[in-house]
């Protein structure tokens, strides 16, 4: 069994809240949007990182990082990119892409919502974690915890921050 924490749109912050969560966990999966990469630095201290660059990221985080990374965790098949919408309502291209790899767990970030449905057709969970950095219209930082058992994705938490006032 694996712990994950999953984030998203960092956007250049790593709010010191989740430290406690990343202590005891077993891989952190960034969906992009990271800023600087003191941000995923600080992140490899806690545990393994997998991470995509986003939009906001700048040649330094797409020289470490793949715009969409395909992986398995445990015996999951996850993809993982930053702009990839929802069930419904996909972003183009990535239909063709989920129908093409099927994936088990497909993660987006970008909307700064936090999502998490099943898409019956494609027979895929989507995730997205909303947004935990300090940038955005946002109103609470999220974060998602889960565990990975097998085939299996259980114990799925939502971890709300209030957001401070800059």
Not at 21 to 35: F, P, R, S, Y
Not at 69 to 81: A, D, H, I, L, S
Not at 129 to 149: C, M, Q, R, S
Request: hydrophobic share 35%; glycine share 8%.
């Amino acid at each position: 069994m694996k712990k994950i924490i999953l984030l998203s749109d960092t956007h250049h912050t790593l709010d010191e809240r989740i430290f406690p969560h990343l202590e005891t966990c077993d891989e952190i999966w960034h969906a992009g949007d990271i800023g600087k990469l003191e941000v995923t630095d600080q992140l490899k201290k806690f545990a393994p990182l997998r991470a995509v660059w986003g939009n906001i990221d700048d040649h330094s985080a797409r020289k470490e990082f793949r715009e969409t990374t395909y992986f398995k965790c445990e015996q999951v098949k996850v993809m993982m990119t930053h702009i990839g919408g929802y069930p419904g309502r996909y972003s183009k291209g990535i239909k063709d892409i989920l129908i093409s790899k099927q994936p088990d767990l497909f993660i987006s970030g970008h909307s700064h919502i936090l999502k998490v449905m099943h898409d019956k057709k494609l027979n895929i969970l989507h995730m997205n974690p909303g947004a935990i950095g300090n940038y955005g219209w946002h109103k609470v930082k999220t974060i998602l915890a889960f565990d990975v058992e097998g085939k299996d994705i259980k114990n799925l938490r939502v971890i709300e921050f209030t957001r401070k006032e800059n």
